[in-house]
């Protein structure tokens, strides 16, 4: 059974880069046919799709966030990685990684999240 488990700082000073890692075991995640997305959730609001990346490797981002989001990986310690860029309070969010199984379009897996909250 996959397993999510995300990972990284719990506060951020604003103008600064947020760097999450989601560490996945139970499966690789460069099988066939997996799609990786980050999910965030403001306070009291609902999910935000953010980005995400195909077993390939390519990645897909969020119109609203492309110009600070990157989304990468390795595979060599089955993880992914979040990098948000020039933060606000705006980005205080819990965020997620989920696994998607291409063609079903709905999460199979969730890991617990992680809560940032952007403060000065």
């Known amino acids: 059974q996959v397993q999510l488990q995300e990972s990284g700082p719990g506060l951020v000073k604003p103008s600064q880069t947020l760097s999450l890692t989601c560490t996945v075991s139970?499966?690789?995640?460069?099988?066939?046919?997996?799609?990786w997305s980050w999910i965030r959730q403001p306070p009291g609001k609902g999910f935000e799709w953010m980005g995400g990346?195909?077993?390939?490797?390519?990645?897909d981002y969020a119109p609203s966030l492309k110009s600070r989001i990157s989304i990468s990986r390795d595979t060599a310690k089955n993880q992914i990685t979040l990098q948000l860029t020039s933060v606000t309070p705006e980005d205080t969010c819990a965020y997620y990684c989920?696994?998607?199984?291409?063609?079903?379009?709905?999460?199979?897996?969730w890991g617990q999240g992680t809560q940032v909250t952007v403060y000065s």
């Open positions: 989920a696994r998607e199984r291409l063609g079903i379009k709905e999460y199979d897996s």
């Open positions: 990346i195909h077993y390939s490797g390519n990645t």
């Open positions: 139970g499966d690789s995640i460069t099988t066939n046919p997996y799609y």
